[in-house]
């Protein structure tokens, strides 16, 4: 299971981090991601990274950014975002991959967090 958490309200320029805590004895194998859904917009990917040596890969709209991390120990998955837009504006979720990387399509992960909501005003 994976609870996301984070999410609020910031200005443009500003920066947030979240955070996804998850469960089970094997989070540190499995790939990791956070996706997003903004209104009226499909769910689309923002940023993975594997399971094995911490590889990570980026949507370009984030690139530069977002940093996307993990900690094992904690079970605990991270996005640092820094020089929001409003575009960014979205619900943020994280999700897990039964695979050591999971890539940047959904279709590839099976278990998902609740959301978090982002705003960023201009």
């Known amino acids: 299971q994976l609870q996301a958490s984070g999410g609020g309200l910031v200005q443009a320029g500003g920066s947030l981090r979240l955070s996804c805590a998850a469960s089970g004895r094997f989070f540190r194998y499995y790939g990791l991601a956070w996706f997003r859904q903004g209104p009226g917009k499909e769910r689309e990917f923002v940023a993975a990274i594997s399971g094995d040596d911490g590889s990570t890969y980026y949507a370009d709209s984030v690139k530069g950014r977002f940093t996307i991390s993990r900690d094992n120990a904690k079970n605990t998955l991270y996005l640092q975002m820094n020089s929001l837009k409003p575009e960014d504006t979205s619900v943020y979720y994280c999700?897990?991959?039964?695979?050591?990387?999971?890539?940047?399509?959904?279709?590839?992960?099976?278990?998902w967090g609740q959301g978090t909501l982002v705003t960023v005003s201009s």
């Open positions: 999700a897990a991959s039964r695979q050591r990387y999971g890539g940047s399509s959904s279709a590839e992960y099976s278990s």
